[in-house]
């Protein structure tokens, strides 16, 4: 059984920086495509970021230059670095495992994480 656990959300300034983590255990990440996703109230969830087996990363036109994925395949475990916060970044931040990309973009998503509140005030 997949699981997905993600951490480190909370509320942060504008300007400010979060790391989120998630935990994985039931499948590699060192041999499958991880992301990122979010979703605001009232809003579907979107895509943030992706990271494949073969290290290429994928960004949100958003949240690049701002955000980086990156994994530890020792402890199985994916992250976000986000940096210079904004109040449009507040959202519950998903983690997703088994992404299929076409183009860059996911075209599916085999596995997810329950989500993490991450509130950027003004």
């Known amino acids: 059984q997949v699981q997905l656990v993600e951490s480190g959300g909370g509320l942060v300034q504008a300007g400010g920086s979060l790391r989120l983590s998630c935990a994985v255990s039931?499948?590699?990440?060192?041999?499958?495509?991880m992301g990122w996703f979010r979703q605001a109230p009232g809003a579907a969830r979107a895509f943030v970021a992706a990271?494949?087996?073969?290290?290429?990363?994928y960004y949100a036109e958003s949240v690049k230059g701002r955000f980086t994925i990156s994994r530890d395949n020792a402890k199985n475990t994916v992250y976000l670095q986000m940096n210079k916060l904004k109040p449009e970044d507040t959202a519950v931040y998903f983690c997703?495992?088994?992404?299929?990309?076409?183009?860059?973009?996911?075209?599916?998503?085999?596995?997810w994480g329950q989500g993490t509140q991450v509130t950027v005030s003004s």
């Open positions: 997703a495992g088994g992404v299929a990309l076409l183009g860059g973009r996911p075209n599916g998503v085999e596995n």
């Open positions: 990271i494949t087996w073969s290290d290429s990363t």
């Open positions: 039931g499948r590699f990440v060192s041999s499958s495509s």
